[in-house]
């Protein structure tokens, strides 16, 4: 699987946008990024995913660099609650069944200011 | 909304007690999953069930064993708690691919 490497930590002033990074070069062609974030005591909950054209959701938008070895979680307009550890991920092991299970690194700390 | 519930927020257990931990899913998932977070290890799988009565083991299966009997609820049990299975357990749910719906998790601890 390949290696991702996030920013240990981010501060982001609430009402603005937070611009998480995400470097995956030796991301492979059929592979996908997914971004997920883990709020204090809480399971981790997806936010969204992308292979190579950006995406948006109702969470966040999913910028990937041309050249796929990078990408940019955007959350437009980032709330208090917005404050978490965000992990990005490029898929998993193969668990079987059609399933893969996850492998959080130590994902980004984003810490929204008042 | 795809809901994911686990048994406890919290629980405390001895030395040697034997725990069930519970997971429910109402979305009619095929898979589920039963993980460990601890600081620095990251999120190690220990189990997870592709179907009921189907268990596979993950990375780290020994010292837990998995129920599967209906399809929305996938327990872990700890035959005998031991101390080093102190840890946030987080039980997850889903139809295949790497999107996964987390329950809210259980911390557990082994005095």
């Known amino acids: 699987d390949a290696k991702t490497t996030q920013p240990p930590s981010m501060d982001c002033a609430e009402g603005r946008a937070a611009n998480l990074p995400c470097n995956h070069s030796t991301i492979s062609g059929n592979e996908y990024v997914y971004w997920y974030r883990q709020i204090h005591s809480q399971g981790p909950q997806y936010i969204i995913h992308?292979?190579?054209n950006n995406e948006t959701n109702e969470m966040a938008s999913l910028i990937i660099t041309e050249d796929r070895k990078s990408s940019t979680l955007i959350l437009p307009h980032a709330t208090l609650r917005d404050t978490a550890v965000y992990y990005c991920?490029?898929?998993?092991?193969?668990?079987?069944?059609?399933?893969?299970?996850?492998?959080f690194g130590k994902g980004t700390k984003l810490s929204v200011i008042p | 909304d795809v809901k994911v519930t686990q048994s406890s927020r919290y629980l405390v257990k001895r030395t040697g007690e034997k725990v069930f931990l519970e997971c429910v899913q109402d979305m009619d998932h095929e898979n589920m999953f039963w993980y460990r977070q601890d600081p620095g290890l990251g999120l190690r799988l220990i189990y997870f069930s592709y179907d009921v009565k189907m268990k596979e083991k993950g990375d780290i299966p020994e010292g837990y064993s998995v129920s599967r009997e209906k399809k929305e609820r996938f327990s872990l049990i700890l035959e005998s708690a031991s101390t080093n299975q102190t840890s946030m357990y987080l039980c997850a749910s889903n139809r295949g691919g790497v999107t996964q719906y987390f329950g809210p998790g259980t911390r557990l601890t082994v005095l």
């Open positions: 991920i490029v898929r998993g092991s193969y668990s079987g069944a059609g399933s893969y299970q996850l492998t």
């Open positions: 992308g292979l190579k």
